[in-house]
């Protein structure tokens, strides 16, 4: 039996894509003693669970950054890390019923477009002429992304966790951190279910569990976890291929392709925080109707599936990343909403810079843990 090591230059609490990420990119540029620790098996929490959009298509300049960076590498990822990641370049439509969130889409379009970002806006009757199965009578119009679409965040994450074992990164599954040990204002070790682990860096990657994780070393996160639901069709080939990412975004009704089968889903504002991920069969009823609504053609769809997992959400629905200055040696990336896959490779790098450079080239400011005085001015507009 192989004995676990009792130290490390650097733990990271958590195995999905944040985590498998950021292990990659520290081992990749040379960091030589980490180990990530995950109390179930890799890629089986929100990752794994998660529907797979990628999109440009945000209003925040530095999301928009964060998603340049990681489509490029979704786009090579099969040359880097020899995995094929059904990466397909189905577009993303976003569309908007009310006047506020039309005007809303057309100022992130002109942000889009500064950072060279291909968009198109288009009409209720331009989205009919090429998607005649979706109802536009009551649209202003909507943006598509021809370069947004989807992978399998599955692959993607485990592509990263096998390159990262690879080059040297001890990954601890099973392996549950049940406490982190703060001396004098800095990290010192992680309890597990496992064992101790003496070390001056912990990465709180855990997700939904994120705020936990922090509270173990003091540090309070504003993130809190809240149940969203997928349904899958049987497979349906009344809507011609490729379908792409279609967001209803006033009643955040969304559904895409994923051959053969369809999948959607929508938030429900009413439902408080928590950590349940059961499937409710009336809510189901509530997804199909927003379906049918949308798309007529889905009545003759059957739901085979359903399954549920959690967002991680601040106030401004936008993440918390890089160190928490009352904590040396503490640092995060939580609170991702429902884009926390597509930003995974990007965020990854951007912990390893920050661990071994002290500094990244991207703008963290809005991600910066002590913005929180300053809510709701410059947050995510572009959320499902
Ligand atoms: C239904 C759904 C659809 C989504 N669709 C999309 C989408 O289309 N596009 C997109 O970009 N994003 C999407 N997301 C969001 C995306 O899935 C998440 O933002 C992302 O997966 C978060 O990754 P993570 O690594 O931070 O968290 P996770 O994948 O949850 O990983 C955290 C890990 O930490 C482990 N952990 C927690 N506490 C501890 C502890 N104390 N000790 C050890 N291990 C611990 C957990 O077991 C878990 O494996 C969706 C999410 C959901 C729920």
């Known amino acids: 039996m192989r004995r676990r090591k009792k130290t490390a230059d650097i733990v990271i609490i958590g195995g999905g894509i944040m985590g498998t990420s950021a292990a990659y990119y520290l081992a990749k540029r040379g960091a030589s003693d ?7 098996l890799l890629v089986q929490a929100t990752t794994g669970l998660s529907v797979g959009g990628i999109r440009q298509q945000f209003s925040h300049p530095a999301n928009i950054r964060l998603s340049q960076h990681s489509l490029r590498v979704f786009k090579s990822f099969k040359a880097e890390f020899g995995v094929d990641i059904y990466f397909r370049a189905a577009g993303y439509l976003f569309l908007a019923q009310k006047e506020t969130t039309w005007n809303d889409f057309l100022s992130s379009v002109d942000t889009q477009r500064q950072m060279n ?3 198109e806006v288009l009409s209720p009757e ?5 998607w005649p199965y979706l109802r536009v009578d009551d649209l202003k119009g909507g943006t598509f992304g021809p ?6 965040p599955y692959l993607v994450a485990m592509g990263f966790a096998d390159q990262a074992r690879r080059l040297g990164v001890r990954v601890e599954e099973k392996t549950e951190v049940t406490g982190i040990r703060v001396k004098n204002g800095r990290v010192e070790g992680v309890e597990t279910s496992g064992g101790s682990i ?3 860096v912990v990465v709180d990657v855990a997700g939904p569990w994120g705020g936990e994780a922090a509270r173990m070393a003091g540090i309070n996160l504003p993130v809190k976890p809240f149940r969203r639901q997928v349904f899958a069709t049987s497979p349906f080939d009344a809507i011609p291929k490729p379908v792409p990412m279609v967001i209803d975004q006033d009643v955040t009704f969304y559904f895409r392709g994923e051959e053969p089968n369809i999948l959607m889903g929508m938030s429900d504002p009413d439902e408080p925080s928590s950590f349940h991920t059961h499937v409710d069969r009336d809510f189901m009823e509530r997804v199909t109707e927003a379906a049918v609504y949308r798309a007529p053609i889905l009545e003759k769809a059957e739901i085979i599936r359903g399954w549920g997992g959690l967002y991680t959400i601040t106030p401004d629905d936008n993440p918390v990343i890089g160190a928490i200055p009352a904590v040396e040696g503490f640092i995060c990336a939580i609170g991702f909403s429902g884009h926390g896959f597509q930003h995974g490779p990007a965020v990854g790098l951007i912990l390893s810079e920050l661990i071994l450079d002290g500094h990244t080239e991207f703008d963290l400011k809005p991600f910066a843990y002590d913005r929180f005085g300053d809510i709701k001015k410059e947050g995510e507009k572009k959320v499902v």
Do not use: N, Q
């Open 198 to 200: 003496s070390t001056p």
């Open 34 to 40: 980490v180990v990530l620790v995950e109390k179930d």
């Open 126 to 130: 331009e989205i009919k002429h090429r």
């Open 147 to 152: 370069e947004d679409g989807y992978a399998d």
């Open 117 to 119: 970002v291909p968009v």
